[in-house]
């Protein structure tokens, strides 16, 4: 079958791999739809600092059931939707619910061959029913759930002022999904297109960062929430919010953005960086200062999403400004590595 590998940086390349067996507890899915994001460009950079090549990549991705057990609840045909998230099950965060930070995480093309191809075998218990929307919509849903997980686990409340610092494609996630939750909405950045994109979509959209500013990132273990390099500082943007939600990763917005919330609010890590974050604690106490980090999403989020868009909550159309087929990839990664301030979501046609 046809697979887009990453094989070493700067080199990704169409091969043929075997076609995967059933093994038990597994479904066989046709996958045919795959979104690309910030880690697949960090992958193919060389910036990703927990990768092993030659790697196939994906990890967004929507297809239907090509075989399955009677026991697994799916049968061929089915349209769904993959969570990437391969938890142990068995771990202290997995007993308690919370699967998407398993002490033992793995990542389908991050931590092992991802689903960038013609067919993958993956759990059933992995597996989301998309019947009822459309499945180029349908690989979308992992990204925008790791926005829907940051605003559930902040606890938005209706009439709610937010900020989302980055408006890049998790940070829009996170808007539309805070916007979902009755919030009023602004998004912080420095790149005017990105901007615009905001704007289009409804959102308050404001430019209050120093281009100037140096910028440094890693990516931590298992993280898929990254945003790409802006070059963040907060500057001349003054107003306090309920809740800040960071999409930057950027060390020096993440250590400046919690300025902006105000007394009793709370200051929400989405973007995830190796580094050390340096909170005055004066500040914090003074404004009895919620701070939580959110990674990856779990299963309710992924329905929350599903919802959200068969109830024409989320602007896909708007959301997928890219498209290609899999023959395409190795060009157009290249392409869109490139410009990353004018894609918000490509998505690949398998």
């Known amino acids: 079958m046809k697979a887009i590998r990453c094989t070493r940086p700067g080199l990704v390349e169409m091969v043929e791999r075997p076609v995967p067996e059933m093994a038990p507890g597994h479904v066989l899915v ?32 929507s297809g239907t059931v090509n075989a399955a057990d009677r026991d697994s609840g799916f049968e061929p045909g089915d349209p769904v939707v993959v969570n990437p998230y391969l938890a142990c099950d068995t771990c202290q965060a997995c007993r308690a619910g919370k699967s998407n930070c398993c002490e033992t995480l793995e990542v389908l093309g991050i931590h092992t061959d991802g689903g960038m191809c013609t067919r993958i075998a993956v759990p059933a218990k992995n597996l989301i029913s998309a019947s009822g929307m459309e499945l180029f919509e ?17 606890g938005i409340k209706p009439k709610a002022n937010v900020l989302v610092v980055g408006a890049g494609p998790i940070g829009l996630a996170t808007a539309i999904f805070a916007r979902i939750a009755g919030a009023t909405v602004t998004l912080l950045d420095r790149v005017g297109q ?21 910028f440094s990132r890693t990516i931590e273990q298992g993280a898929t929430e990254n945003e790409e390099p802006s070059g963040f500082a907060p500057t001349g943007f ?7 939600f960071d999409a930057t990763g950027n060390i020096e917005a ?3 953005s919690m300025f902006h919330t105000c007394h009793g609010g709370a200051y929400t890590l989405v973007g ?35 919802a959200a868009i068969k109830a024409g909550l989320v602007p896909t159309a708007a959301l997928a400004t890219h498209r290609c087929s899999l023959d395409e990839v190795p060009l157009r990664l290249d392409m ?9 979501k490509a998505i690949v046609k398998v």
Request: net charge negative.
């Open 238 to 244: 003054d107003a306090v919010f309920d809740a800040v």
């Open 254 to 256: 993440m250590n400046q």
């Open 194 to 214: 990105k901007l615009e994109a905001a704007r289009a979509m409804g959102f308050s959209a404001s430019m209050g960062f120093s281009a100037s500013m140096g």
């Open 272 to 306: 995830v960086i190796a580094g050390d974050l340096v909170f005055p604690d004066a500040e914090v106490h003074k404004r009895e200062l919620t701070i939580r980090g959110s990674r990856n999403a779990t299963a309710a989020d992924f329905d929350h999403v599903i």
């Open 336 to 344: 869109w590595a490139g410009a990353r301030a004018e894609v918000i």
């Open 138 to 154: 349908a690989a979308m849903v992992e990204y925008l759930a790791i926005g829907a997980h940051a605003v559930r686990r902040t």
């Open 30 to 61: 046709d996958v045919r739809f795959v979104g690309i994001c910030g880690t697949d460009y960090h992958i193919y950079q060389g910036t990703h600092p927990f990768i092993s090549y030659p790697l196939v990549l994906g990890h967004e991705l």
